[in-house]
């Protein structure tokens, strides 16, 4: 797969994939961007324009914490439109993605 199509597809699920982090825990943005790189190779840089635009839609809102290593640390947490939004878009990709196993030929 090249690598154009990777970013592509990863952007797609972005939004879902840190709506489904934050319904487990609330996070500070580094933190996020470290549980997606593990699991996705999503870049550190991609989050913060993302988690900004997820609070002006208002999916999240934010808190601070005091660090013993630094400034206070922003916070992210679902809001209940973030967690109906997370159950919209988790309905609206399995679905899609079963469609496209079977269009692939890929064993339900």
Same mark, same amino acid.
């Given at each position: 797969? @090249?690598?154009?199509?990777?970013?592509?597809?990863?952007?797609?699920?972005?939004?879902?994939?840190?709506?489904?982090?934050?319904?487990?825990?609330?996070?500070?943005?580094?933190?996020?961007?470290?549980?997606?790189?593990?699991?996705?190779?999503?870049?550190?840089?991609?989050?913060y324009?993302?988690?900004?635009r997820?609070? @002006?839609?208002?999916?999240?809102?934010?808190?601070?914490?005091? =660090? =013993?290593?630094?400034?206070?640390?922003?916070?992210?947490?679902?809001?209940? =439109?973030?967690?109906?939004?997370?159950?919209?878009? @988790?309905?609206?990709?399995?679905?899609?993605?079963?469609?496209?196993?079977?269009?692939?030929?890929?064993?339900?």
């Open positions: 797969m @090249t690598e154009a199509i990777q970013i592509q597809l990863k952007r797609g699920v972005l939004e879902l994939c840190v709506l489904a982090v934050l319904s487990r825990n609330d996070a500070y943005a580094y933190d996020i961007a470290a549980q997606l790189a593990k699991a996705i190779d999503m870049g550190e840089g991609t989050i324009p993302l988690m900004r997820m609070q @002006t839609d208002r999916l999240v809102e934010t808190y601070l914490v005091e =660090s =013993s290593s630094g400034p206070p640390r922003k916070y992210y947490k679902l809001t209940t =439109s973030g967690r109906a939004s997370l159950a919209a878009q @988790t309905i609206e990709w399995t679905a899609f993605s079963e469609a496209v196993n079977v269009i692939l030929g890929a064993p339900q």
